[in-house]
């Protein structure tokens, strides 16, 4: 069994830049994917569920749901970037202005559906919003950092 020093220790661990990164693709790829997901998956349960409301509405939500399941989904697996937060972004806003489209069409919207359209588009926009300035923050600093030397956590 081996002992290591304080010192030997602080030099094994990876250099603070290199952390920060890692820190901040963990919040953009699993914190910020992972409540994508949940509203994307509430998207597409709660009307399921509740059947009530008109059915373009339920398969509106439907078809934008299970689309943003797949590429939140995807996201988890193998991590964002611009594209997946764009994707996000867009159908959010779409869930946002669809109940007012689809209510010029002639086509029944549900005081309920268009609740849940605009609360869940919003938070999809402002959660694709996030994401692309903490990827930018993180490309800023990746950048900043390319050029300086590499040293341990302690320093020696």
């Known amino acids: 069994m081996s002992v290591y020093h304080h010192q030997q220790i602080q030099q094994q661990t990876m250099p603070r830049a290199d952390a920060q990164h890692i820190l ?3 919040f ?3 914190i910020l994917g992972l409540l994508m997901f949940i509203a994307a998956t509430a998207l597409w349960v709660v009307p399921m569920a509740t059947q009530s409301g008109p059915k373009d509405a339920q398969v509106n939500e439907a078809v934008v749901g299970i689309l943003l399941t797949f590429v939140v989904g ?3 697996y193998l991590g964002g970037g611009v594209r ?4 996000v972004g867009l159908c959010g806003l779409w869930m946002i202005v669809s109940p007012f489209v689809l209510g010029l069409q002639k086509t029944a919207v549900d005081r309920a559906s268009l609740i849940l359209d605009v609360a869940v588009g919003s938070v999809l926009v402002l959660l694709s919003a996030i994401s692309l300035l903490v990827l930018r923050a993180d490309r800023r600093a990746t950048e900043g950092t390319a050029g300086r030397r590499r ?4 320093g020696s």
């Open 74 to 76: 995807r996201r988890l």
């Open 151 to 154: 040293e341990p956590v302690g």
């Open 24 to 26: 901040r693709q963990g």
């Open 84 to 87: 997946s937060d764009v994707v």
């Open 28 to 30: 953009h790829d699993q």
